[in-house]
């Protein structure tokens, strides 16, 4: 939380309060009704107040020692000469309000903060109370009128529209939806349907049309995997999912404004832009300079499979990446269209949470994603869990074969689509991911890396220290069992020799105070963080710009975890959204994480001087090897190795790996 007063604080209800007393004096001296003067006292108090706060909470004062000391020495001469003057000229000692008025000025910050607290305790209460000690996972608490207004479809437009809602692109006229102080772009379509002969090919580019269309509702997600505490099960999914969403403040500038686009998590199976942990509006209301973009993208055996060694697979040699094909089809559409939303094609962010952060460090290294953005936030992205070589995406092909009793790619291309989504949900443990097939993506992506492909980009990297159990959370007990050991398994064959013993002594060590599937969880959390941390490494021996940042947050509810749900929704400011997924936002921390991220997204240092954010102190977030440390609400910066693991060696053999 932030401090509830600072030396700033009480200069500006000094002065507030000087304000009052100089109003109701000055009024009642002219002998004016007592109402009146109440009134008076209250506006020049408020006048007062609104120039003190831009003085002493100003850039200019705080970033210096020297000018916040001078700013309170000139406060007090102010004090003093006002003094002198009620004393002398009206006989009346301002001492006297002060005093007064500096209770009231001081007290209502403090009833705010209790007030503030209530409501909190209130939402933590009805949180607990739908989700008990979370050992169901997540069990939304979602309307059927939620549902069926999520569920809407945009339409073409006949007729009169509204203008100041329409933006016209190469592809169309979209005419989008106020909302608070932005409007909202939703649906876009940013390449053609990847239906009938274009199932498994890479995206098409649209035609051009001066047709009008509707952009109030999301496009349908990708057909996925459906899990026990997925939200997006609920939402209309369909093949014809390549859209995307466009937010803007309604604030007018002449200056193009720099682009965030988000790129979902999901596993490469599952999720989407519809998720409102994932809504952009939040951000773009406090930060009204900026863009924002989410979008679609193919998943699962729709995006990522490898048919080469299935009679007529040879006609589908981009199966095995489609996924990444429709994310870089969609940056393209960005660059092509979005300044006339307003935005900077040249000043184009991505951010990605897990499987989506783990995209974007692949196409920082691809040929065909160059110049399509110049700054990446990542979070819990591990390039570790794309596959080094296409076997084990042509296994799934074989199994996928197997399951629907086809045999060649013209009968499994004829299949409805709920058949293949039926063979999708029983093959969800054989993966879907990228590939990196030395086309694409380079065949070593660290070495790639490490050898400088991704130098024209800036990083931030961020990896969770409680992500297993929001895992847990979405997949279910069984299904989370069965990953956790198939990932232990998969890390001891990748160790052998004296790190898998070392890794078999911790597990053994951890269950003897819980139990073995918890130790094999924070086995696997370690492994994870480590390659996320490899990445950055890389990234910085290549010449990027690393920054990094450990989330070590405590979850309100210790069975759903704490990670990527709640990494997402403070840095969009979506707290809503963060209650339902069972957790309470900490206010202060999005606030002070939202304005990081605008830094970053324009380039500045990545500091807070004092009372930036009112309350909270300066803080210099220093670039790799250090990381920025989140955890119980505050900010640190240190080295984070010894945080990253409890296996002796560890670290070092996956840095060298």
Same mark, same amino acid.
């Given at each position: 939380m932030k401090k509830l007063f600072t030396v700033d604080d009480i200069v500006v209800a000094f002065i507030s309060a000087l304000g009052y007393g100089f109003g109701e004096t000055i009024s009642k001296l002219f002998g004016w009704p007592e109402l009146v003067c109440y009134g008076v006292s209250f506006v020049v108090g408020l006048v007062f107040s609104e120039i003190i706060n831009k003085i002493a909470f100003s850039k200019a004062v705080q970033k210096k020692p020297i000018n916040r000391i001078l700013t309170y020495v000139s406060v007090f001469l102010i004090f003093l000469i006002a003094q002198y003057i009620s004393i002398r000229w009206m006989g009346v000692d301002m001492f006297h309000y002060v005093k007064d008025e500096l209770l009231g000025v001081i007290g209502m910050p403090i009833l705010g903060f209790v007030v503030n607290m209530l409501i909190r305790g209130l939402r933590v209460r009805k949180i607990r109370k739908l989700y008990g000690d979370g050992s169901e996972g997540y069990v939304f608490d979602v309307k059927g009128k939620d549902l069926e207004e999520l569920n809407k479809q945009n339409r073409a437009v006949q007729g009169k529209y509204n203008a100041d809602c329409a933006v016209k692109t190469r592809t169309g006229t979209y005419v989008g939806e106020k909302y608070k102080k932005t409007v909202c772009y939703l649906g876009i379509p940013y390449a053609k349907p990847p239906v009938g002969e274009l199932r498994w090919k890479a995206p098409e580019p649209?035609?051009?049309?001066?047709?009008?269309?509707?952009?109030?509702?999301?496009?349908?997600?990708?057909?996925?995997?459906?899990?026990?505490?997925?939200?997006?099960?609920?939402?209309?999914?369909?093949?014809?999912?390549?859209?995307?969403?466009?937010?803007?403040?309604?604030?007018?500038?002449?200056?193009? $404004?720099?682009?965030?686009?988000? /790129?979902?998590?999901?596993?490469?199976?599952? #999720? &989407?832009? @519809?998720? !409102?942990?994932?809504?952009?509006?939040?951000?773009?209301?406090?930060?009204?300079?900026?863009?924002?973009?989410?979008?679609?993208? $193919?998943?699962?055996?729709?995006? /990522?499979?490898?048919?080469?060694?299935?009679? #007529? &697979?040879? @006609?589908? !040699?981009?199966?095995?990446?489609?996924?990444?094909l429709d994310q870089i089809a969609a940056l393209k559409w960005i660059k092509e269209n979005i300044a006339a939303f307003g935005g900077d094609p040249e000043k184009v962010t991505v951010l990605g949470f897990e499987s989506g952060a783990s995209s974007i460090y692949l196409l920082s290294a691809c040929e065909q994603a160059k110049g399509l953005f110049q700054k990446a936030f990542l979070f819990d992205g591990n390039p570790a869990a794309v596959y080094a070589s296409p076997e084990a995406s042509r296994a799934l092909a074989k199994n996928l074969l197997r399951e629907t009793g086809t045999s060649t790619m013209r009968e499994l291309s004829q299949l409805d689509t709920e058949v293949l989504k039926d063979a999708a949900q029983k093959l969800w443990q054989n993966m879907c991911a990228p590939t990196c097939d030395g086309v694409l993506i380079p065949a070593d992506i660290y070495r790639a890396a490490q050898e400088g492909a991704a130098s024209g980009v800036k990083f931030v990297i961020g990896f969770p220290s409680n992500e297993a159990q929001v895992f847990r959370s979405v997949l279910g007990d069984q299904n989370y069992t069965d990953l956790i050991n198939g990932s232990v398994a998969e890390i001891k064959a990748i160790t052998a020799g004296s790190i898998a013993d070392a890794i078999q002594a911790y597990i053994d060590k951890e269950a003897a105070s819980s139990t073995e599937l918890e130790a094999k969880s924070k086995l696997v959390e370690q492994w994870n963080a480590l390659g996320i941390y490899r990445s950055a490494v890389k990234l910085s021996q290549g010449g990027s710009k690393v920054h990094l940042l450990y989330w070590d947050e405590k979850p309100l509810i210790e069975n759903l975890g704490s990670g990527t749900v709640d990494a997402a929704a403070a840095l969009l400011g979506n707290d809503e959204a963060l209650q339902l997924y069972g957790s309470v936002m900490n206010a202060d921390l999005s606030e002070a994480l939202q304005s990081l991220l605008l830094k970053f997204i324009n380039g500045n240092a990545l500091q807070l001087y004092p009372n930036e954010i009112k309350g909270v102190d300066a803080f210099d977030w220093k670039a790799f090897p250090k990381a920025l440390i989140i955890s119980d609400g505050k900010f640190s910066c240190e080295k984070p190795e010894s945080r990253l693991t409890e296996v002796d060696g560890l670290l070092d053999f996956v840095i060298q790996y």
């Open positions: 649209l035609p051009d049309s001066d047709a009008v269309f509707e952009a109030k509702n999301f496009g349908a997600s990708a057909i996925q995997v459906e899990h026990k505490g997925s939200l997006l099960k609920q939402h209309r999914q369909s093949e014809d999912c390549l859209t995307l969403n466009i937010c803007v403040n309604t604030q007018k500038t002449k200056a193009k $404004r720099p682009v965030l686009v988000l /790129f979902h998590q999901g596993d490469f199976s599952y #999720g &989407g832009s @519809a998720d !409102p942990l994932l809504y952009g509006a939040n951000y773009v209301i406090s930060h009204p300079d900026v863009v924002f973009v989410s979008f679609n993208y $193919r998943l699962g055996i729709f995006g /990522f499979i490898d048919f080469s060694e299935v009679p #007529g &697979g040879d @006609a589908y !040699p981009d199966a095995l990446n489609l996924g990444l």
